[in-house]
């Protein structure tokens, strides 16, 4: 079973069109991030949900829009989107703070 | 802000032989420092952590070290293997962002 699944995969699109990426954990946690990967591999939060409220919203362009339905679901909806937003996106999450945080396998967006 | 410098970027050693990567951290107050290993194609996945109250923890080839004074913590690998070729993240709890803050990676090679 996988504990931090997300979808798709691979995504290439084209710019301007707008796309989401779903995420689902099934480990029980109560907190689930959205993570930006670029090209040279740094890692950067976007999004913190504890118990489907938001907690963190870093400098993100407003195009980006997490929604959270339920504790195990995060999914995130991009906007118009644009070339720069070509990166690989990770979900993941942890049960509270100040504990590890489990990722998923990573979504790579490429926009053309 | 708060940030976190890891060194080096890249390191190759000979398998057998032993890796070391260090981080430094800003934030005094951060109490949890956990450790990923990142392969190709995959998500982080959390290796070994720490926290503020322990100087050293210890798994199999692993170990890591903390000394709060100098706000530096270490990632050891014993006996290194090809398969602990991947790019490490070292990470600390940011206890005034309320986050996890990443490292910018290093790349470990390990030579056959």
């Known amino acids: 079973d996988t504990a931090v699944s997300q979808t798709p995969k691979y995504l290439v699109t084209q710019m301007g069109n707008d796309k989401s990426i779903k995420c689902e954990q099934n480990l029980g946690h109560d907190t689930m991030y959205w993570y930006k990967q670029d090209s040279k591999k740094f890692l950067k939060i976007m999004f913190s949900?504890?118990?489907?409220?938001?907690?963190i919203n870093e400098t993100v362009p407003n195009r980006f829009s997490p929604k959270s339905p339920d504790k195990a679901h995060l999914n995130l909806h991009i906007n118009s989107l644009e070339l720069g937003d070509s990166a690989v996106y990770f979900c993941a999450s942890s049960h509270g703070d100040r504990v590890a945080a489990f990722f998923g396998q990573g979504t790579r967006l490429t926009v053309v | 802000g708060e940030n976190v410098e890891q060194h080096p970027s890249t390191l190759s050693v000979q398998e057998g032989d032993s890796a070391v990567i260090k981080c430094t951290y800003s934030?005094?107050?951060?109490?949890?420092f956990p450790w990923y290993k990142q392969e190709l194609g995959k998500g982080p996945q959390l290796i070994i952590d720490i926290r503020s109250n322990v100087g050293e923890k210890k798994d199999q080839r692993i170990a890591v070290t903390l000394n709060k004074t100098a706000k530096h913590f270490s990632l050891h690998i014993t006996e290194t293997q090809p398969e602990d070729s991947a790019v490490y993240f070292c990470?600390?709890?940011?206890?005034?962002?309320?986050?996890?803050?990443f490292g910018s990676g290093t790349r470990l090679l390990v030579r056959p």
């Open positions: 934030d005094s107050a951060s109490n949890y």
């Open positions: 949900y504890n118990n489907k409220e938001l907690i």
């Open positions: 990470a600390a709890w940011g206890d005034s962002s309320y986050k996890l803050i």
